[in-house]
């Protein structure tokens, strides 16, 4: 079945720090991709998104390219802050069937003023 | 736009009584997911529904879990009897016609002792 691998956190960064989460997809046919960012205490929150191969996702400095070649979704950022601190999730959605999202197990990012 | 309202926040029970969760989706949305977060793990689907139809209900416990989907807006998700490894976040999500998002609910935090 379809299914989705991220780097075991934590990730622990100095402020300004380049960061990078990896993530690697297993699917049937061509899903969308996803990064989804949960804060202390809150739901998941939508972070980028992607529908097709070569797509790019971005959203506040964070960037996502769909890789169909490598089947693969890695999260960037040039440059992180503080704020960052959380626990990111990538996640995919078969385009078709039932479009359930499927989620990796999270990484947990911890960002050292 | 008002998002995904869950009820209650937190839950605290003992082993072998019943709970109850409720989720009213945003408005509009057909597709309605439930999701159970263990601590330190990436969301796994419970159940899905379009409209008040099921539409994948494979990873529910059904010997104990039960939900549903009235009049295709809210939903209810009851767990009966409890056991301790049902302690958990439990997250609903929406979403529309097209499905390129699930909009996410802040979840309810069960804790059985």
């Not at chain 1, 100095?14 to 991709?33: D, K, Q």
């Not at chain 2, 330190?40 to 059904?62: A, E, H, M, R, W």
């Not at chain 2, 009049?71 to 056991?83: E, F, M, R, Y």
Request: aromatic fraction near 12%; include cysteine; charge should be neutral.
């Amino acid at each position: 079945g379809d299914s989705v691998t991220q780097m075991e956190g934590p990730v622990t960064l100095s402020e300004e720090a380049f960061l990078t989460i990896n993530c690697t997809y297993t699917a049937t046919g061509y899903p969308s991709l996803f990064w989804y960012v949960q804060y202390p205490g809150e739901g998941l929150q939508l972070l980028l998104k992607a529908t097709k191969a070569d797509d790019k996702g971005s959203n506040k400095g964070f960037e996502a390219t769909y890789r169909k070649e490598t089947t693969s979704f890695h999260l960037e950022k040039g440059s992180v802050q503080v704020s960052d601190s959380a626990v990111y999730f990538c996640a995919l959605s078969s385009t078709s069937g039932t479009y359930k999202y499927i989620f990796g197990t999270g990484t947990r990012l911890k960002v050292l003023a | 736009e008002a998002g995904v309202a869950q009820s209650p926040r937190y839950k605290i029970i003992e082993k072998r009584q019943s709970v109850a969760f409720w989720c009213n989706p945003i408005s509009g949305h057909a597709t309605l997911y439930w999701y159970q977060q263990i601590l330190g793990q990436g969301p796994k689907l419970l159940i899905q529904f379009q409209n008040n139809g099921v539409v994948d209900d494979s990873q529910l416990p059904k010997d104990r879990f039960s939900a549903e989907r009235l009049k295709g807006v809210d939903s209810t998700l009851k767990i009966q009897p409890a056991k301790l490894e049902d302690s958990a976040v439990y997250l609903c999500a929406s979403s529309d016609y097209s499905n390129t998002e699930a909009f996410f609910g802040q979840g309810t935090r069960l804790t059985v002792v």
